[in-house]
């Protein structure tokens, strides 16, 4: 059952376009939504991050929204380059605490091609 | 300075053998855990660990289990290696209590059993 849902497995965007990487979640528990970046033979790395109090964060050519009511949140990169060339996942976290309230759920990723 | 580091990088090993992967963190984090990227190239979590609680994901096989010799290392043990426990491996470690609630990753372990 996944509970993260990343629909998309690949995209492919013009060099200086917008792109938009959409995230669906079932999980009425999680409360707070990451996106992480991964290049191959690398772990994630952290992109940005949205708590459910937010409709919208803006980190540089980054923004993630986040639509509550239809449990959706996308990523958009603009302008986007080449060396944004990378999985993108999608990720969330439940209102736990403790250990558990960092945890982790994880969408597939979609793999993000910008051609020059 | 690497955050979070695993050992090795790469692990080749036969079927019912015993295994580790070393992992430690430099950030001063209270909290690490061990995700499993499988071959349809899912991230999930495997355990959550501080000094206090381990979490387990219900869905790991008890033959894996975490270490914690100090609060900056988590190691994995596993014990009587399967085929279907082919994947990469990854370390991360967060800190609990801040805003912002972001775990950072070490780069995999790629385990192949044969």
């Known amino acids: 059952d996944q509970q993260v849902k990343q629909n998309s497995p690949s995209l492919s965007v013009q060099e200086g376009r917008i792109s938009i990487l959409n995230c669906d979640y079932t999980?009425?528990?999680?409360?707070?939504f990451l996106w992480y970046k991964k290049y191959p033979a690398e772990g994630p790395t952290f992109l940005i991050s949205i708590s459910s109090i937010k409709d919208k964060n803006e980190d540089g050519r980054f923004t993630v929204f986040l639509n509550k009511s239809a449990k959706h949140l996308s990523l958009h990169i603009v302008p986007s380059q080449p060396g944004d060339s990378a999985v993108y996942f999608c990720?969330?976290?439940?209102?736990?605490?403790?250990?558990?309230?960092?945890?982790?759920?994880f969408g597939k990723g979609t793999k993000l091609s910008v051609i020059p | 300075d690497t955050a979070v580091s695993q050992t090795p990088k790469y692990l080749v090993t036969q079927m019912g053998n015993d295994k580790s992967i070393k992992c430690e963190q430099n950030?001063?984090?209270?909290?690490m855990y061990w995700y499993k990227q499988d071959s349809k190239k899912f991230l999930k979590i495997m355990f959550s660990?501080?000094?206090?609680?381990?979490?387990i994901n219900e869905t790991v096989p008890n033959r894996f289990s975490p270490k914690s010799p100090d609060k900056a290392h988590l190691n994995l043990h596993i014990n009587s290696l399967e085929l279907g426990d082919s994947a990469v491996y990854f370390c991360?470690?967060?800190?609990?209590?801040?805003?912002?609630?972001?775990?950072?990753f070490g780069q995999g372990t790629r385990l192949t059993v044969v």
């Open positions: 999980n009425s528990m999680f409360d707070y």
């Open positions: 950030l001063g984090h209270d909290t």
């Open positions: 990720a969330a976290s439940p209102r736990y605490s403790g250990a558990g309230s960092y945890q982790l759920t």
């Open positions: 991360a470690s967060s800190q609990t209590g801040t805003g912002v609630r972001r775990a950072f």
């Open positions: 660990y501080n000094n206090k609680e381990l979490i």
